[in-house]
């Protein structure tokens, strides 16, 4: 099949992870493969140079110029995500999805575009994931959960069965969300954590069992 070219927006340590599954993918020869162009950041510093072997393009608006381009934002943040994204969606930006070669799906899952799937993470059956979603390398989700939008899970989190976590929520490494919990829209789950109650939205919670420690700002509440 023809090469559909990518390009990777950020350069942080989420940026080149991507470009790493992106040519990992090509290496077990998944179709369509990737041609990948390089990096997009508003990073003035690094425009024109190299990052791990590719260019760093220029800045966002630079996907303009590629209009047969397809992008992803590998960005771990979810408010900065989300703002990168609403940016690229007004200049007409397409967006691809990356699934790492080594992340096992145990049936046919319903991925919205521009998902970062990282390697050994398991999704089992039934799961519903939304766009611009990021599962990081072994990320355990397990049966009938939904993750909507803009979701962030760190490395080695455990997502239980029928668990909902809410546009913009990040659970940080290692954390684990106990059966039928929901967490709220832009809530944030610090490490480690376990989480044995329902979260609000825009609330972060940390330690065993999770308690609430902050509330994201009004100008930061998704
Ligand atoms: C929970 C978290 C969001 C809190 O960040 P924060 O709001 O900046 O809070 P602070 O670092 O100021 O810590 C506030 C208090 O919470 C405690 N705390 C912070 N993180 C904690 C955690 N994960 N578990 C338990 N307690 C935690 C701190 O020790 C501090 O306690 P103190 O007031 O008694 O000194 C953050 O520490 C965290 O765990 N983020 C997830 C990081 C991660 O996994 N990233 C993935 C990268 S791939």
Do not use: W
Not at 33 to 45: K, M, R, V
Not at 48 to 53: L, N
Not at 183 to 202: D, E, F, M, S
């Amino acid at each position: 099949m023809k090469p559909v070219p990518a390009i990777v927006i950020g350069t942080g340590g989420m940026g080149r992870e991507t470009l790493a599954l992106l040519e990992a993918r090509n290496r077990s020869g998944a179709q369509p493969p990737f041609e990948i162009l390089g990096f997009l950041t508003n990073q003035q510093d690094q425009h024109g140079s190299q990052v791990d072997g590719h260019s760093v393009l220029g800045p966002e608006a630079v996907v303009a110029d590629y209009p047969g381009a397809r992008s992803i934002c590998a960005i771990g943040d979810p408010r900065a995500r989300i703002a990168v994204v609403q940016r690229l969606t007004q200049t007409g930006a397409a967006f691809l999805t990356a699934v790492h070669p080594a992340a096992v799906c145990h049936t046919q899952h319903e991925i919205g575009e521009g998902t970062i799937i990282a390697p050994g993470a398991v999704i089992t059956v039934n799961v519903r994931i939304g766009k611009h979603v990021i599962l990081n390398n072994n990320a355990s989700i397990s049966h009938d959960c939904v993750i909507e939008d803009f979701v962030t899970v760190a490395p080695c989190a455990t997502v239980t069965g029928h668990v909902h976590l809410g546009y913009g929520a990040e659970l940080g490494a290692n954390c684990t969300i106990l059966p039928r919990i929901r967490i709220g829209r832009g809530a944030l789950v610090g490490a480690g954590a376990v989480v044995t109650r329902h979260v609000a939205p825009n609330t972060v919670v940390a330690g065993v069992p999770a308690t609430v420690i902050r509330e994201f700002d009004p100008d930061e509440r998704l």
